[in-house]
């Protein structure tokens, strides 16, 4: 995400890194690179001029303390404008009503359908509300059921009416079904065109004003940059929807629709979306987005995901294995699982400062542990309870059942029985005390 305007914008604060004092020629030819990057990620030449000459002026009017750099000066101007372009602060989801009646809109491959299926879960989880799914693209068998197995694998009811083509009144019989089985939350999935057309404006317009709907979302696809921007403006002309969503954000995307939106269409950017795990939904901070975007990570989102995942009663119980020597495979296997929920592995990668830019050429997939999962799964359960019963003919039984090396096996035996002696000298007195002192050191 953001990676190629993240190097160039690295580069060109690095200019200034070296500098001892922030002149009106350094600055000039710093604020220069900095346009030229914002450019070249898709955002409008006006904006990226204007977010310069500001930085600019910023930087000359300010005097650099001894205790800082010219480079880190300007790297927090930088950083500061970023977040104000992008909306400055967080605008969350309002559930105001009841139903809270939520309209997604956008073109055809923008993700509206996965989308949907997110943000029931989001408010199902996060929100503890009771959400019903609408499938109002009349036009699109695929996607009515490409919504009804969404509400499946998330536990949500999706209101489907096959025969019937007209949106309308699928919304309507939708909203008095929701009164009657007391679902607080209606989110209505429209239909898309592959390009902005009269006959789906008026559509979407129709079903605006019918049911008048307390969040209306546009949903974008962040990597068709300025084309983005253009269909955002044209949508709320036409809608003046409620706020943004950016989809998939972890391809090959420039970032130009992300900085720019807010300044064209004047509505905050709510949600941001990546890969197709249903948990892969993150609200939208505009400070966080620019600390990513600067190469700072994202830490409090990296613990936000951690922490919807891992729940204090299975930690406790983790900790009591790991006291008495009995953390297994087992208890790993659901340590993965957990992990591999919170999302793309390279986007996590990405949220620890200094990590992503590091790992920036290495390809980290979601498939990342299926090679420990084989060699797991080739396990007996005797085995995995107790990993020190493994002796030599075992281990040559797990590498032929998981179709890996003999070493492979070997290797993860080995970094098993480590991290087990790690984990239990960390519940030792000593242990925690040189936590905490690490955790101190980066504060």
Partial sequence: MFQNLQDKLDKAIHTLKGQGRITEINVAETVKEIRRALVDADVSFKVAKDLTKRVQDKALGQNVLTSISPGQLLTKIVHDE????????????????????????????????????????????????????????VYRPAAIEQLRVLGEQIGVPVHTEIENKNPIEIAKNALEIAKKNNHNVVIIDTAGRLAIDEEMMNEIRQIHQTIKPTETLFVVDSMT???????????????????VVLTKLDGDTRGGAALTIKTVVDKPIKFISTGEKME???????????????????????????????????????????????????????????????????????????????????????????????????MTPSERRTPTIINPKRKTRIAKGSGRDIAEVNSLLKQFEQMGKMMKMMQTPQGKRMMEGMMKGRM
Avoid: W
């Fill in 280 to 378: 892969a939904l993150d609200v939208f901070y505009p400070e966080r987005m620019a600390d990513r975007i600067l190469g700072m990570g994202d830490v409090v989102s990296l613990v936000e995901r951690a922490q919807e995942q891992f729940d204090e009663e299975e930690a406790k119980k983790i900790q009591k294995k790991i006291a008495k020597n009995q953390f297994g495979f087992d208890d790993f296997l659901n340590q993965i699982k957990q992990i591999k929920r919170m999302g793309n592995m390279k986007d996590l990668m990405g949220m620890i400062p200094g990590v992503g830019k590091a790992m920036k050429d290495v390809d980290i997939d979601d498939d990342s542990f299926k090679h420990i999962e084989a060699i797991i799964y080739s």
């Fill in 225 to 243: 940059g300025q084309d983005a921007v253009n269909t955002a403006k044209a949508f709320n002309d036409v809608l003046n929807y409620s706020g």
């Fill in 82 to 137: 970023l977040a104000e372009l992008m909306g400055g602060e967080n605008v969350g989801l309002s559930l105001a009503g009841n139903p809270t009646i939520i309209l997604i809109a956008g073109l055809q491959g923008s993700g509206k359908t996965t989308f949907s299926g997110k943000l029931a879960n989001y408010v199902k989880k996060k929100k503890a509300k009771n959400p019903l799914l609408v499938a109002c693209d």
